[in-house]
């Protein structure tokens, strides 16, 4: 796109948000056609290379496991389009863990995670006050602030204290040792589990 890239320390702010608004910010851009240029090649490099470029948390799966046993139906939702997202459950094999995950579209309908959070319950006939937004980005408390849906930030992901604590979770976890405890506090008046 012949834009300048931001240094190496600044990357981590673009993991987890939207890529409009990204693409929008690096190339300092408000023309949607660059924009989409810009997400077609990252969609180009990120279905070939950078899909399975990660890893999940040490104790996540533990944590899921735990939650899932006590009744918790847990989902994904993020900005990602569910198509990436679902392959990245199944490679990872949470699929037992996570039976649904919801993401963006490819046209970038639902990246908003207000939007999204707001489709899940949708989709799901999820009250909003039974349910819980666990995110480790802004957007993933104000999606969750925007539905009435408790929220928990977590610190082990690209969010950083001072983001979690403009955003005002319910809770903020620092340690996934400590997630499942939370969200069984955080949800004990909402509603009973196994």
């Known amino acids: ?32 056609e660059d924009v989409a240029t810009a997400i077609g090649h990252y969609r180009a490099r990120f ?3 950078g899909l399975f ?21 847990l989902r994904v939702a993020t900005s990602k389009p569910h198509v990436f997202a679902d392959r990245i459950i199944d490679h990872f094999k949470l699929r037992e863990l996570i039976p649904r995950v919801y993401g963006s579209e490819l046209s970038g309908e639902r ?7 707001g489709h899940v319950l949708a989709e799901e006939s999820i009250e909003s006050e ?13 999606g969750a602030q925007e539905h009435g849906v408790l929220s928990i ?20 976890v ?10 069984r506090e955080l949800t004990r008046n909402c509603y009973s589990t196994g």
Request: with cysteine; charged share 25%; proline share 6%.
């Open 174 to 183: 620092a340690q996934v040792g400590e997630l499942v405890d939370v969200v």
């Open 1 to 32: 796109m012949r834009a300048p890239l931001p240094s190496g320390s600044d990357l981590t702010r673009f993991i987890g948000p939207p890529l409009q608004d990204t693409f929008r910010e690096i190339l300092g851009t408000s023309d949607e």
């Open 47 to 49: 279905s070939l290379v």
């Open 111 to 117: 990246s908003d995670k207000g939007d999204l959070i």
């Open 153 to 172: 930030g977590v610190l082990w992901g690209f969010g950083d204290v001072a983001e979690m604590e403009a955003a005002a979770p319910h809770r903020t």
């Open 130 to 142: 039974s349910a819980c937004m666990i995110g480790d980005r802004r957007h993933d408390v104000v």
């Open 53 to 73: 470029d990660n890893s999940v948390y040490h104790l996540i799966p533990d944590s899921l496991s735990e939650l899932a046993a006590a009744g918790y139906e």
